[in-house]
């Protein structure tokens, strides 16, 4: 079975500063993809990065970076220079080849400080 | 905007009733997921369609439904309401089956008086 575990329910981090927001995962298949997700108090669920588990470096998106470390299952977002709309509920989610659905971690609660 | 549209944003109802959630794909996607997000479950997967068919079905309930249309327009029907549906639903959309990211409606809050 697949599992994502997020261990920071939440961070608070001043405005400027990089964050990294931990996820590791479990799974016994060699293919998967590794997606995080930002859920702002509006509550829409916004596509941030996707990470696929043969790529061969780490996949960035601006302002977003993926730290992937496949020998420790590990997927952590990076997030440089952090902004006031940085705040919201992040959700780290993997998908394992063949399998349809997608499966969440319970989320990090990220509050940027001015 | 994510191109997926879920209608209607709120629906309060009471319980024992049945609601109807609609979800319109984004253009040129065949797969709709639903999950059903609560504060004590997180985000759970109920069901998926690809191309008006039946893929996966996760942890949906016997009294909720769905079908995928031949316009891959999608509905989750939600009988004999309980105080405990009350959640935020959502309705994703993707290319494939495969690793392609999830793209997610707004999604639909319902609550359950």
């Known amino acids: 079975a697949q599992k994502i575990t997020q261990t920071q329910p939440g961070m608070f981090v001043q405005e400027k500063e990089a964050v990294t927001l931990d996820c590791t995962y479990d799974?016994?298949?060699?293919?998967?993809?590794l997606f995080w997700y930002k859920q702002p108090s509006s509550g829409e669920m916004i596509f941030l990065i996707y990470q696929g588990s043969y790529d061969q470096q780490n996949a960035t998106e601006g302002r977003y970076s993926l730290n992937f470390q496949k020998a420790r299952k590990s997927a952590n977002l990076v997030i440089s220079a952090s902004q006031l709309g940085d705040s919201a509920m992040y959700f780290c989610a993997m998908r394992v080849q063949g399998a349809q659905k997608l499966v969440f971690g319970q989320g990090t609660r990220l509050t940027i400080n001015p | 905007d994510s191109g997926v549209t879920q209608t209607p944003k709120h629906l309060i109802t009471a319980t024992g009733q049945r609601v109807t959630l609609r979800c319109s794909p984004r253009?040129?996607?065949?797969?709709v997921y639903w999950y059903q997000q609560s504060l004590d479950q997180g985000l759970q997967f109920l069901i998926q369609?690809?191309?008006?068919?039946?893929?996966a079905k996760g942890n949906i309930l016997e009294r909720f439904s769905a079908q995928q249309f031949p316009d891959l327009h999608s509905e989750l029907n939600l009988s004999s309401l309980e105080l405990g549906d009350s959640a935020l639903y959502f309705c994703?959309?993707?290319?494939?089956?495969?690793?392609?990211?999830?793209?997610f409606g707004n999604g639909t809050r319902l609550t359950v008086t």
């Open positions: 994703a959309s993707s290319v494939t089956d495969g690793n392609s990211p999830l793209h």
């Open positions: 799974t016994s298949d060699p293919s998967y993809g």
């Open positions: 253009s040129g996607d065949l797969s």
């Open positions: 369609y690809y191309n008006g068919e039946e893929r």
